[in-house]
């Protein structure tokens, strides 16, 4: 038993008035262990085997179990001394001591209970538990260490699947409520503190990430739909005439970098590199969104700045206004999208001529970066079907306007990345893995909150967040 607390017996770490000894919480933990023991060596001899996992599991609940009485006693305050019996209130008045109260807790050892003084407020009602905001346990039930496991099960899954993986790994029972709301509520104070870091870049009071230079540094966005409840999409045309929305664009951008590339010359990125930031918002508020992202990974300090995405508007506003200078590229594979799907406009029947006229013009003309005469040939082409006369003029205005960001030959000179690849996986791995699967519905509210959690442990910075809560 000494092994649990070493040298805490009888040195009155639970001694006080109503409480165990340590000595005692010894005991009661040797004795479950020798419960658990006896009865293994007796299923030996009779069987002559071990099941392992039984016993595994045996010994966990009986540890649990003396570790939740373990706790018990040591969450047992005593009454404050007469002359602690009032603390101020937020009101200005002062709460007076009530007595001790008690309330359940759950723990990474099971349930405890926490017995801690209570203090009122005559003139305002307001109540106070002083130990609750010590022990991190305000307005919950729950441990910080259930919580931070809540969290994370929360932002990888559906809330049910957390629920049992927190059953079955750490055999602990917990309700698939408890897990939504505390991954909701976690990743609320992850998007608050994220919106208080936006403010301060917007104010430019943003501190200097010193490091050394970074060769090339990319930035890439694109937009994914979500699917949220009903309220959320009122007013909002949906993609088909006449119909409704049933989701809203959750924009996700990443940052990653490049230090070099593969014999052919093809750029190669940088192994666990990629950065996330996302959220279901107006194109403005997300381009600060990415340049604090951006800025944290070295943007001041990166030799070559490169940002890539599809043809949309929103993408190259953002671009220009919160990364000037930045080299832009168009994703290469997005544009042959546009070739390809003119193509079998043209030759609905007709495969080889249909490629026939993709290998001029995108072989020839797309990728050798010849866009001027893509474009006049576009222009060219006649027809008397009106739907798909906008369709050319539509896509040689495309190209027209993005002729700058298609120069594929000269980037691919200077070995850099001419698709957006990086950000198409992340719209599934970030976002469709947890958000689009069957029967899902969100609010914009909570969508934004597992999706600031998300990206908070995708970059591998919770653990960070959560060691400046505890010490907040």
């Known amino acids: 038993a000494a092994v649990f607390f070493p040298g805490r017996a009888g040195t009155g770490w639970l001694d006080g008035p109503g409480k165990k000894t340590a000595a005692a919480i010894h005991t009661e933990i040797a004795r479950e262990v020798n419960r658990l023991l006896a009865r293994v060596f007796a299923e030996r001899q009779h069987h002559g085997r071990t099941d392992l996992e039984a016993v595994e599991t045996g010994l966990r609940a009986a540890l649990h179990q003396a570790g939740s009485a373990a706790l018990t006693e040591l969450l047992r305050y005593e009454a404050p001394a007469a002359d602690q019996h009032q603390l101020p209130c937020p009101c200005g008045h002062h709460a007076q001591y009530q007595g001790l109260r008690s309330k359940p807790v759950l723990t990474v050892v099971g349930p405890a209970r926490v017995e801690r003084p209570y203090y009122l407020c ?149 192994s666990d590199s990629t950065t996330y930031t996302g959220a279901i918002e107006t194109a403005g508020e997300f381009g600060k969104r990415l340049y604090l992202e951006a800025w944290k990974r070295g943007w001041s300090r990166a030799e070559k700045k490169v940002v890539i995405g599809d043809g949309a508007e929103w993408i190259w506003n953002i671009a220009k206004d919160n990364f000037p200078g930045a080299l832009q590229i168009v994703d290469i594979f997005h544009a042959r999208q546009h070739l390809w799907a003119l193509a079998r406009l043209l030759f609905p029947n007709d495969s080889k001529r249909r490629n026939q006229w993709i290998g001029l013009h995108q072989k020839r003309w797309l990728d050798k970066g010849k866009i001027a005469k893509l474009v006049a040939s576009l222009r060219s082409l006649q027809t008397t079907d009106c739907e798909l006369a906008k369709k050319i003029r539509n896509d040689a205005d495309y190209f027209a306007t993005n002729a700058a960001r298609m120069k594929y030959p000269k980037f691919r000179k200077q070995h850099l990345f001419v698709g957006s690849g990086v950000i198409e996986a992340g719209c599934k791995t970030v976002i469709a893995h947890r958000f689009k699967q069957s029967g899902m519905f969100w609010t914009v509210h909570n969508a934004n909150a597992i999706l600031a959690l998300r990206c908070c442990h995708l970059n591998g910075r919770f653990e960070d967040y959560w060691e400046a809560r505890r010490a907040a």
């Open 122 to 270: 005559s003139r305002c009602h307001q109540g106070q538990f002083p130990a609750d905001a010590e022990l991190d346990i305000v307005e919950t039930e729950s441990s910080p260490g259930v919580r931070h496991m809540q969290a994370l099960v929360g932002q990888e899954a559906p809330f049910d699947h957390g629920r049992e993986q927190i059953k079955v790994l750490a055999g602990l029972e917990v309700t698939t409520k408890a897990v939504e709301r505390t991954a909701e509520v976690i990743g609320g104070d992850i998007a608050q503190r994220q919106q208080q870091e936006i403010q301060r870049a917007v104010q430019l009071d943003l501190p200097i990430v010193v490091g050394e230079p970074i060769p090339v540094l990319y930035v890439q966005m694109d937009g994914t739909g979500v699917p949220v409840v009903k309220k959320e999409t009122e007013g909002r045309k949906g993609k088909t005439d006449g119909q409704p929305a049933h989701t809203r664009e959750a924009k996700l951008g990443c940052v990653f970098t490049q230090t070099t590339w593969d014999e052919e010359g093809y750029a190669i990125r940088d």
